[in-house]
């Protein structure tokens, strides 16, 4: 699903032929994906360990990991030479779904482990 989404997002940057535009579409979900899996990653490592400290892993990485993003966002911002505006929507958009995504295996991984 990520990959077909990328490709959409690579085939549409193409297809306007400006390099600022075609950056913006495939730099955003690159970073999206990146900040998601590290995610999922901290969140896998939490399950093996106590409650308390699998929340401090998910909500303290969750709050690194938006810090992270929103300092990406600004240098981007400042030294980047893409159509900031294509860039900030498909970030959000990318943001959002894989959003969904990690907190559904977070909840599905919840409901295997207590099933056992």
Known sequence: MIIVGALISVIVGLQYSDP???????LAPLIIVVNSYSGVLLAWKGFKAS????FKMVFGG????LLLLGAIIALIYKFGHLNFVVFLLALMIYYFVLLI?????????FHTNSDT
């Open 51 to 54: 409650q308390s400290t699998f």
């Open 20 to 26: 600022a535009i075609t950056w913006a579409l495939v």
């Open 101 to 109: 995504i990690e907190v559904l295996f977070i909840n599905g991984k």
């Open 62 to 65: 969750m709050g690194v990991r």
